[in-house]
T-cell receptor, first 115, second 113 residues
């Protein structure tokens, strides 16, 4: 079974802080993704990565950055947290391109509150 | 502009009956469709998928139907069980989009005992 692990289930931070959300997968997947989930809006893609040190912007990258130094680890960074970044953050991974259609596998999420 | 829409935010069904969750999309380049189930405080779990070359895919109690001309897909759960109560998301992927998924807003299903 694919295991995607997010470092924190709940996190409370203050406005202006730099926040790191960590995600690790154990299935040697090439692709990794960061989403945020807000009521009625579904999951919106923030950033994704096809390979180590590669990153691509998703639909809502503003205010975020990412880091992928190792294949199994994908970090989401809030450079200067703001209250509108209070949300549920979900990390996912999947096999790489050229493998046909593949589902993404998700971690349990980090509920982040910015005060 | 939402490319994947789930127009019903919630659905209530009696145990043992059929649950039908609907999803519409606008992007004709989508060729792979998925349904995920999400319990509170957990991540979404993959349920079932369908490729655009098919119009039906079945897995146990779950069946997904795809109507390409109407750009519509649906998930049927028969029979519904209380444990099926969750939020269901449909998602779609386009050709050559690198496995990126576009999600709908979700439908909360409540199955009453």
């Amino acid at each position: 079974d694919v295991k995607v692990t997010q470092s924190s289930r709940y996190l409370v931070k203050r406005t202006g802080e730099k926040v790191f959300l960590e995600c690790v997968q154990d299935m040697d997947h090439e692709n990794m993704f960061w989403y945020r989930q807000d009521p009625g809006l579904g999951l919106r893609l923030i950033y994704f990565s096809y390979d180590v040190k590669m990153k691509e912007k998703g639909d809502i990258p503003e205010g975020y950055s990412v880091s992928r130094e190792k294949k199994e680890r994908f970090s989401l960074i809030l450079e200067s947290a703001s209250t509108n970044q209070t949300s549920m953050y979900l990390c996912a991974s999947s096999l790489g391109q050229g493998r046909g259609n593949q589902p993404q596998h998700f971690g349990d999420g980090t509920r982040l509150s910015i005060l | 502009d939402q490319q994947v829409k789930q127009n019903s935010p919630s659905l209530s069904v009696q145990e043992g009956r059929i649950s039908i969750l609907n999803c519409d999309y606008t992007n004709s380049m989508f060729d792979y469709f998925l349904w995920y189930k999400k319990y509170p405080a957990e991540g979404p779990t993959f349920l079932i998928s369908i490729s655009s070359i098919k119009d039906k895919n079945e897995d146990g109690r779950f069946t997904v139907f795809l109507n390409k001309s109407a750009k519509h897909l649906s998930l049927h759960i028969v029979p519904s069980q209380p444990g099926d109560s969750a939020v269901y998301f449909c998602a779609a992927s386009a050709k050559n989009a690198g496995n990126m998924l576009t999600f709908g807003g979700g439908t909360r299903l409540m199955v009453k005992p």
